[in-house]
């Protein structure tokens, strides 16, 4: 309802304005060329976010003031701290990144944004930088229309900054032809009235432009054209610090808890930042004079006295509110829980998480790992164990020749419960996902599509195993019951050791793990008919019994199998060309075979 409104009544109030005045359509184009150089930096940095930005934080966000410093100067290069609030967000929803390192960069994202004063306070109103913005625009134009990535990213960083060099240009032309029409200072409002109503101005403005970059070049160019008092400036400043929140927030409307968690430290550090800087703005505006006359700044110089001003109260904010960091996680996590539902839901893909191609590849593994964790939990139960059990060092055929009786668990129940959903979910997510030019993210997506295909096939498989299973464990008929407790039990272990192999660091040692365990796999199915058709021969099984064996043997092999072919995808961790290695040097079923009769033949042997 409120876009509805607001939308009309600005065109309304634009309308008006052109019909007024012409260097208020100056103004305003420049305006809107600035911002439209704000879009053409952010694709342009977009194009570089396919892997490179996402190895930088992961390596630069380890602690409060690696993740402050990322921040800082990730925004001082981006000149965006909407994007990287974005980013930071969706890195954060699809679990790239922990909650405390998010607000360490938003934080330092909030103090880099403030170069953005000083670059136009001391760069673009010194010099004709509309000169320097035409080769940038001819020179991206050419550079947009090529097919390499790297190539056409630069192109629109190139043609960004020449539109937000032309923008400056046209809206300081702007306010300097429109004072000798209307001097917007006489309607200057003094004292604590005028500071508060222009802190509300300079908020309403950013929620608007969804931009503080672009109200602070409105500021600081009305204040160099003189059309804005000095203390008016300090006031829409800080509501522009204010107003910036509106991007994150946006942002984490399609996100999880944690995008929403992130969003709300966002707010609560400019909500603070802004109180501190209304509260002693006196105080501020005195230590301005002081820095000013250190550094040789002229006494009228009010726009690099701006610039200190917008740097003193956002350095004063990080300052005091870094500390805070982990008691505000905490408060956080406690007022913005995750929904809980009967069905279990997606945890990491959000529309957030879909804006990157690394952050949608991790959101699909993360959520992978959570259909893993689910199908886990139903094959444990469906086999008659517990969860501490299996993952325990207890011996399972023990613990499985200990237990008198087995209940049935409703499979189909729990498939719709905790797997169903997510698997679906997964797949309509993958099918949203359009990184064609990203040809190593597009192959990821597809292998972690067969993973999730594997355990719903693992979860199939279980079903017709647990039939058969519980009528002859809770029997009388002990050769059976030992059979079935043999193939329960197996499974039990190759479920505990998929779990020891995840938690292992060394990703090479899972490699070998996963090819040691398919050769158990094999080895133990081979065994087990062998002595099946054993028992058979001997009468000691009945052969109706015994073709019931065979086939739910079957089952077992494939569900093994299906388990550790999800794991090959999911469970080994480490860089993509090593998991790109993984399937390559992974022993196929022929290989596995001729491992087998060689170790045959040589048992054989000795």
């Known amino acids: 309802m409120l876009k509805k409104i607001l939308l009309p009544t600005i065109f309304f109030i634009l309308a008006y304005g052109f019909w007024l005045s ?6 305003s184009a420049g305006v809107a060329i600035f911002m439209f150089g704000m879009l053409s930096l952010e694709q342009g940095f977009r194009n570089f976010t396919g892997g490179v930005l996402e190895r930088l934080i992961n390596r630069t966000t380890s602690s409060h003031w690696k993740s402050l410093v990322f921040g800082i100067v990730s925004t001082t290069i981006m000149q965006s701290s909407s994007l990287v609030s974005v980013i930071t967000i969706s890195f954060l929803s699809a679990g790239l990144l922990t909650l405390v390192a998010g607000i360490g960069i938003i934080f330092g994202a909030n103090l880099g944004t403030t170069t953005g004063a000083w670059l136009i306070a ?9 000169a320097y913005a035409m080769p940038m625009l001819v020179f991206g134009v050419l550079l947009i229309f090529q097919k390499a990535k790297n190539l056409n990213g630069f192109g629109y960083i190139l043609v960004g900054l020449g539109f937000l060099f032309l923008g400056i240009h046209y809206m300081k032309e702007g306010f300097e032809a429109f004072r000798g029409t209307i001097n917007l200072a006489e309607y200057a409002v003094k004292g604590y009235p005028g500071l508060f109503l222009f802190t509300l101005i300079g908020a309403f403005a950013t929620v608007v432009m969804q931009s503080s970059h672009a109200t602070l070049v409105l500021i600081i160019t009305a204040l160099a ?9 300090l006031a829409l400043a800080i509501g522009a610090n204010i107003g910036t929140t509106i991007t994150a927030i946006l942002g984490a409307i399609s996100a999880n808890a944690q995008g929403r968690r992130l969003a709300g430290a966002h707010l609560m550090f400019n909500l603070v930042t802004g109180l501190i800087a209304i509260l002693f703005v006196h105080q501020l505006i005195y230590a301005v004079d002081e820095i000013s006359l250190l550094s040789g700044i002229r006494e009228n110089d009010f726009t690099l006295k701006l610039a200190i001003f917008h740097t003193l109260f956002n350095l004063i904010g990080v300052l005091v509110m870094t500390p805070l960091i982990r008691p505000l996680v905490n408060l956080l996590e406690r007022t913005i829980k995750e929904k809980k539902s009967e069905i279990d839901q997606p945890k990491y893909l959000t529309d957030s998480a879909i804006d990157f191609p690394e952050t949608a590849v991790k959101a699909v593994l993360q959520e992978s790992l959570h259909v893993y964790d689910n199908a886990q939990g139903i094959l444990i139960h469906a086999l008659g164990f517990r969860r501490p059990e299996v993952l325990s060092t207890l011996d399972l055929m023990e613990v499985a020749e200990a237990q008198k009786k087995l209940t049935m668990l409703d499979i189909d129940a729990a498939y719709e419960r905790s797997i169903k959903g997510l698997y679906s979910e997964i797949i309509a997510f993958i099918s949203r996902v359009d990184f064609s030019w990203q040809m190593e993210q597009s192959a990821d997506l597809h292998h972690l599509r067969e993973a999730n295909q594997h355990m719903v096939e693992a979860i199939k498989d279980v079903k017709h195993l647990q039939k058969n299973m ?8 002990k050769p059976m019951r030992h059979a079935y407790d043999q193939l329960r039990s197996q499974l039990a272990v190759i479920i505990r050791q998929l779990e020891e192999i995840r938690l292992a660091d060394e990703s090479n040692t899972s490699i070998l793990s996963l090819d040691a365990l398919k050769l158990l796999v094999k080895e133990t199915h081979d065994e087990f008919n062998s002595s099946l058709i054993d028992k058979i021969r001997r009468r000691s099984i009945l052969p109706q019994q015994g073709t019931s064996l065979l086939n739910d043997s079957h089952y077992t092999h494939s569900i093994a199998k299906n388990l550790i072919q999800a794991a090959q995808t999911l469970l080994v ?3 993509r060309d090593l998991a790109q290695a993984v399937r390559t040097i992974a022993l196929d079923d022929n290989e596995l075979q001729a491992v087998s009769d060689r170790e045959q033949v040589e048992k054989t042997a000795q």
């Open 22 to 27: 012409e260097d208020f359509k100056e103004i």
């Open 225 to 233: 054209a003189q059309q804005i008092t000095y203390e008016n400036a």
């Open 470 to 477: 519980i009528r002859f464990i809770n029997s009388d008929n």
């Open 573 to 575: 961790s480490g860089p």
């Open 122 to 130: 001391g760069f673009g109103l010194k010099v004709n930088i509309a």
